[in-house]
T-cell receptor, first 115, second 113 residues
């Protein structure tokens, strides 16, 4: 299994809603990542987990809350988002934390729309 | 400042033709360089990854080159197909642990029949 899966594929939420994005991989990777991507822009790194511990937080607003309950799962909890948070949210994993020859495998993304 | 510049920004070619995409970077210390293909609305898919000591790597009809002296990379696509229409992103990994990923803005390739 060389796949990163993400659910849901699409999500529409209001500014007062609480929702969660889910990411799963069964490749035994110990580094997992959340990216945000706006249209026609490259992905922007949000969070990095290494061995289930938060390693990097790129100054992301607290309305985004990541969680890594085990080595295969990565969640992104959303609360009180703004319309400008609408984007494609990508999850990725790699064997280690961006090692010299480690490729990041990306999931298909969750298309989030905040009304 | 660590930067990755890609050119051209967009490219239109006829099916069956070859094309070359460019990536110039100013990233230090350099760890590796990756090329990804991203279809609209989907996650990026890795095409190649090259470390400092590698200067060419192929993946089917895709061939990437790396010149670490001039800090340039290219992605050559041979005998293009309609399915090659996508955004191609150059990503340079920086730092001793390669934890900082610097993304280029991508080249949008359109292959027409």
């Amino acid at each position: 299994d060389t796949e990163v899966t993400q659910t849901p594929k699409h999500l529409v939420m209001g500014m007062t809603n609480k929702k969660s994005l889910k990411c799963e991989q069964h490749m035994g990777h110990r580094a997992m990542y959340w990216y945000k991507q706006k249209a026609k822009k490259p992905p922007e790194l949000m969070f990095v987990y290494s061995y289930e511990k938060l390693s990097i937080n790129e100054s992301v607003p607290s309305r985004f809350s990541p969680e890594c309950p085990n080595s295969s799962l990565l969640n992104l909890h959303l609360h009180a988002l703004q319309p400008e948070d609408s984007a494609l949210y990508l999850c990725a994993s790699s064997p280690r934390l961006a090692g010299e020859s480690d490729t990041q495998y990306f999931g298909p993304g969750t298309r989030l729309t905040v009304l | 400042k660590n930067q990755v510049e890609q050119s051209p920004q967009s490219l239109i070619i006829l099916e069956g033709k070859n094309c070359t995409l460019q990536c110039n970077y100013t990233v230090s210390p350099f760890s590796n360089l990756r090329w990804y293909k991203q279809d609209t609305g989907r996650g990026p898919v890795s095409l190649t990854i090259m470390t400092f000591s590698e200067n060419t790597k192929s993946n089917g009809r895709y061939t990437a080159t790396l010149d670490a002296d001039t800090k340039q990379s290219s992605l050559h696509i041979t005998a293009s197909q309609l399915s090659d229409s996508a955004s191609y992103i150059c990503v340079v990994s920086a730092g001793q642990a390669g934890t900082a990923l610097i993304f280029g803005k991508g080249t949008t390739l359109s292959v027409s029949s």
